[in-house]
């Protein structure tokens, strides 16, 4: 099956990943058959063990073949066209990280595959698909999301393939990122936003400590402090009721139409009585209720770049842009 040739300009490794490669297109192998053990083709063809491991690990990593540990390796895929494996780690899907998903998926070369997880802002979970994808995947793009630390679940990972993406951990700094500055961007939109937000009485943020982002609740700190504006921080819409010159901050969508139905029931008129600014633009922001303002990062940019990134074997580390974008809602 496996076939050797001393007098030729192709690597050996490279002949072996030929081999298991044209014995699958042929039908020779098929998924779930058992390849010769490394140290069958070392002594069969007198390579070194390293050239072996070399054609094994390029193989595992496209997701054509598989290690089981004890028992050898096996063919998990036939589809050879595949160059390159990306493991996906998002916290959770909603629209806007449905926009970076596509967007990154556009904008990738052909023959790359994409398996996308999500954790679930569960650390157990968030461990054990790091665990489980060691050594299968050409690059880890992770979104740790508020779990913290999360640098020891990752250290296994080869750290020039690792990216990490929308939240920036300190100790995460050894790895390249796409991210968002969220105190900065929070501070910033507020401040755009001042001249709308000053004929109201009372700024309201509703914050999770499970799901947003601590910089979040630092820059609305900040601003309050700064522009010496009465303010709260809420962790639920449960039991609260709506006053005439409040204004809302609400990240998330079904909080949002939550407290924009509390506004119709307590007789409020958004944009006169009561104003709310959401974070994260999506389609559904442009048309309920005549528009909601919004502070936003640009997915579909975060995603192309992570693309480019990827394809150009770039490191570092990028601050994606946020922007204020002003609706009837204030």
Do not use: W
Request: glycine share 6%; proline share 3%.
């Amino acid at each position: 099956m496996i076939s050797i040739k001393n007098k030729i300009s192709i690597p050996k490794y490279r002949q072996i990943v030929n081999s298991i490669e044209e014995a699958i297109t042929t039908g020779t192998l098929k998924k779930g058959d058992k390849l010769p053990s490394i140290n069958n083709v070392k002594n069969a063809h007198g390579l070194s063990r390293d050239t072996v491991l070399t054609a094994f690990n390029a193989l595992k990593n496209r997701g054509i073949i598989q290690s089981v540990v004890g028992k050898g390796y096996y063919v998990s895929s036939v589809d050879i066209n595949v160059n390159q494996k990306i493991f996906l780690l998002f916290d959770e899907l909603n629209s806007f990280k449905e926009d970076l998903y596509n967007s990154f998926l556009e904008n990738l070369g052909a023959n790359i595959q994409v398996d996308i997880f999500f954790h679930h802002f569960n650390p157990g979970i968030f461990s054990k698909l790091i665990h489980d994808s060691i050594g299968t995947y050409n690059y880890y793009v992770i979104m740790p999301a508020n779990l913290s630390p999360t640098s020891s679940i990752i250290k296994n990972l080869p750290q020039d393939r690792v990216f990490v993406l929308d939240q920036l951990h300190p100790d995460l700094e050894a790895y390249s990122a796409i991210y968002q500055h969220f105190k900065a961007d929070i501070f910033n939109g507020l401040q755009k936003a001042f001249h709308l937000i000053k004929k109201y009485k009372k700024l309201i943020l509703l914050y999770s400590e499970d799901k947003q982002p601590k910089g979040m609740l630092k820059g609305f700190k900040q601003f309050c402090e700064t522009y010496n504006f009465n303010h709260a921080v809420i962790g639920s819409l449960k039991n609260n009721t709506p006053n005439k010159g409040d204004v809302y901050i609400v990240p998330d969508d079904k909080n949002l139409l939550r407290i924009i139905k509390s506004f119709k029931t307590n007789n409020l008129e958004l944009a006169k009585d009561v104003g709310v600014i959401s974070y994260n633009d999506t389609l559904l922001k442009e048309i309920v209720a005549n528009g909601i303002t919004t502070i936003s990062t640009d997915f579909n940019a975060m995603g192309k770049r992570l693309a480019n990134m990827i394809l150009n074997k770039e490191v570092g580390k990028i601050v994606n842009p946020t922007n204020l974008i002003i609706r009837n809602s204030l």
